[in-house]
């Protein structure tokens, strides 16, 4: 337990520290980096043999030109999005008796996942800058991230304490009924309480008490889409017999374990600032 609490204490100064620098490159560069690391440990677990690391190469440029932010790196996005499947098909043909196609699928499809749940915080920055919408950004990234990792220790803490019947025992053994709820309205209270920190740091509106409300349903909903990402996670590793994706976090696993409650929700949020900004 101490060593997560620490562990917990060093990557929420990380983040601070990533999200004052919010509008300069070194956001897009951080978010690059920890998809790569999550890529990585994705391509590990699904162990692509002898030719894995021609795979992961072509995930790994791909990430890059997905993620950042330069003009260039746009105009080379759909161009090399054909040029990336292509290359996955060159690999089956010419690897095929050394790459199990199964493998390489499923890596492709979790990769996509990772890939939309990343992207959308870079999107959400593009979309809300920072000269026309203030720090909205900002607040938005880190209620995303409130929504999941609120959300994520409310049903530990809740479950350890309360809980009695199990959520998903062929998944998740020791996820339950009754620290999913509390998770649920856990999130919904941190999104209410990092709003009004977000008030009285830099004199955030949320629009009385019909936007706190509206705070607390959507950290509540959120957190719904956090459980099935934790689940869907936990799913693949099962299938895939392992334990942790990684070890970069002591007491935590790897970026998979650590931002799996993200996966389904920051592409939502992406996607709420796209209709209000379309």
Not at 156 to 176: D, E, I, M, Q, W
Not at 208 to 215: D, H, K, N, S
Not at 244 to 263: A, E, K, Q
Request: overall charge positive; hydrophobic content about 55%.
């Amino acid at each position: 337990m101490k060593v997560r609490i620490l562990t917990s204490i060093v990557g929420l100064a990380v983040l601070a520290v990533v999200l004052c620098l919010f509008d300069t490159p070194v956001f897009e560069c951080a978010v690059a980096l920890i998809c790569l690391i999550a890529i990585h440990e994705t391509y590990k677990a699904f162990d692509l043999g002898r030719q894995g690391p021609w795979i992961f190469g072509g995930f790994a440029v791909y990430t890059l030109l997905l993620i950042g932010s330069a003009a260039f790196q746009k105009l080379l996005l759909a161009p090399f999005s054909f040029l990336f499947v292509v290359y996955l098909a060159v690999c089956v043909v010419g690897f095929n008796r050394e790459l199990d196609v199964k493998s390489l699928g499923g890596m492709a499809a979790f990769g996509v996942v990772i890939w939309s749940a990343f992207y959308s915080f870079v999107f959400i920055k593009t979309c809300l800058p920072s000269q026309q919408y203030g720090h909205e950004a900002v607040f938005l990234v880190l209620m995303t991230l409130a929504f999941a990792w609120g959300g994520d220790s409310c049903a530990y803490f809740t479950g350890r304490f309360l809980g009695k019947h199990k959520l998903a025992p062929l998944v998740s053994p020791n996820k339950t009924v009754e620290g999913a709820i509390g998770g649920i309205i856990g999130s919904g209270v941190v999104g209410v309480l990092v709003t009004l920190a977000a008030r009285s740091i830099s004199g955030f509106d949320a629009g009385g008490i019909f936007g706190y409300l509206t705070v607390f349903f959507l950290g509540m909903g959120c957190s719904v889409l956090g459980i099935l990402g934790d689940l869907f996670a936990s799913a693949v590793k099962r299938q895939l017999d392992i334990k942790d994706y990684g070890t970069i976090f002591p007491g935590h696993g790897g970026i998979m374990d650590r931002f799996d409650s993200v996966l389904f929700i920051a592409p939502l949020v992406a996607l709420v600032v796209w209709l209000r900004t379309m």
